[in-house]
């Protein structure tokens, strides 16, 4: 076995689609000098260091694809398991009041919004709005992803504008019961 190693020649660029956004990616590796080693940059954070592919580095971990840096610990198993459960509540969703809240800035760590996330974002919370014959969104103007910490009265107009409807809808000959909803 030859145990001497080469750089390449020229940069090489690939580009594809992510695997868990579906957003343009573009990965570039570049020659280096002798004994440098494999290292991995990220250019859209630059005064990150790059950090070296090394045993050295290696962590254990579970099998599975995980997110990180998100204060709430959000896994990847948790985002498909949150997307079955909607998947499955669109099945057999009854006929009641309903309201989606929606952020007005990007959460997006650098408060820049990525288009294409922003468009499928307001386009799954319109799906989800319309699982409701009075269904609707309504835009966190001054909000983040955490709409109940940066703008609560938001947060507690929709739900007393579901509740009214609610009660209002059970005390006159439409009845939730009779549809499927709560009784």
Known sequence: MNERR???REAVTLEGIGLHLGLA????FRPAASGHGIAFRRTDRPDEA????????????????QLGRNPE????????????????ARE????LPLVVLRHGISFD???EPVPRIERLWGELQREN???????????????????A???????????????????????????????????
């Open 73 to 88: 610990g959000v896994r990847y198993a948790d985002l498909l398991a949150s997307d079955a459960q909607v998947r499955a």
């Open 50 to 65: 790059p950090v070296p592919a090394s045993v050295d580095r290696a962590v254990q971990s579970e099998r599975r694809t």
């Open 6 to 8: 080469h750089t390449i």
């Open 109 to 111: 760590p650098g408060g």
């Open 92 to 95: 057999d969703f009854p006929p």
């Open 129 to 147: 709005a319309a699982l409701s014959p009075d269904g609707r969104v309504v835009v966190a103007r001054r909000s983040h992803h955490r709409i």
């Open 25 to 28: 990616c573009r990965l570039t």
């Open 149 to 183: 910490e940066d703008e609560p009265e938001v947060v507690v107009s929709a739900i007393s504008e579901v509740l009214d409807a609610a009660r209002a809808d059970q005390t006159s000959a439409g009845s939730f019961a009779g549809r499927g909803g709560p009784s």
